[in-house]
T-cell receptor, first 115, second 112 residues
């Protein structure tokens, strides 16, 4: 069983629309991360989230992006007004223990296609 | 700024041969290094995590070595099988809860 489940697996959206990607851990994890992978490119870090606050964010994570943990379990990434270049696989990752020297475990990703 | 490089970009071997995948990083001040497997269109499966204080880590047919001072890690896969065909990614973490920085991966094909 995966440590984290992502929904939806595939999202197709018109440019300019808002999208919300969801990540559900199987237990109460401490640290959450979002990454993306544009087709044929490296996996890139977007943001990390700890104790209901952003811990670190990359240059990619501009004002169009936001993260929250609305109900204490789900972890969401919102893109307010999507652009064509937002098309990518988006991965949620967690560290499942209270010790930082544990691996990051990734979900299966959401493929986001912007038309 | 940390840069992670994986060479070669692609590799094809006959079944039964040992695989050697290389990862190099420019800043030796890492916290740990993680190897992943990615199948086409799929997520990342963590294979091995090697701490900065370790020299190697083993799991089954997989062995990862780390030479922090020279900025290198190597993933060895013994007796390759067609099911090992995938892209293998390495990623470094430079602080305890920090982000992973990825290489571009090595695409491996094991032919029967």
């Amino acid at each position: 069983e995966p440590e984290v489940t992502q929904t939806p697996s595939h999202q197709v959206t018109q440019m300019g629309q808002e999208v919300i990607l969801r990540c559900v851990p199987i237990s109460n994890h401490l640290y959450f991360y979002w990454y993306r992978q544009i087709l044929g490119q490296k996996v890139e870090f977007l943001v990390s989230f700890y104790n209901n606050e952003i811990s670190e964010k990359s240059e990619i994570f501009d004002d169009q992006f936001s993260v929250e943990r609305p109900d204490g379990s789900n972890f969401t990434l919102k893109i307010r007004s999507t652009k064509l270049e937002d098309s990518a696989m988006y991965f949620c990752a967690i560290i499942k223990a209270e010790l930082s020297n544990q691996p990051q475990h990734f979900g299966d990703g959401t493929r986001l296609s912007i038309l | 700024k940390q840069e992670v490089t994986q060479i070669p970009a692609a590799l094809s071997v006959p079944e039964g041969e040992n695989l050697v995948l290389n990862c190099s990083f420019t800043d030796s001040a890492i916290y740990n290094l993680q190897w992943f497997r990615q199948d086409p269109g799929k997520g990342l499966t963590s294979l091995l995590l090697i701490q900065s204080s370790q020299r190697e880590q083993t799991s089954g047919r997989l062995n990862a070595s780390l030479d922090k001072s020279s900025g290198r890690s190597t993933l060895y896969i013994a007796a390759s099988q067609p099911g090992d065909s995938a892209t293998y990614l390495c990623a470094v973490r430079t602080d305890s809860w920090g982000k992973l920085q990825f290489g571009a991966g090595t695409q491996v094909v094991v032919t029967p």
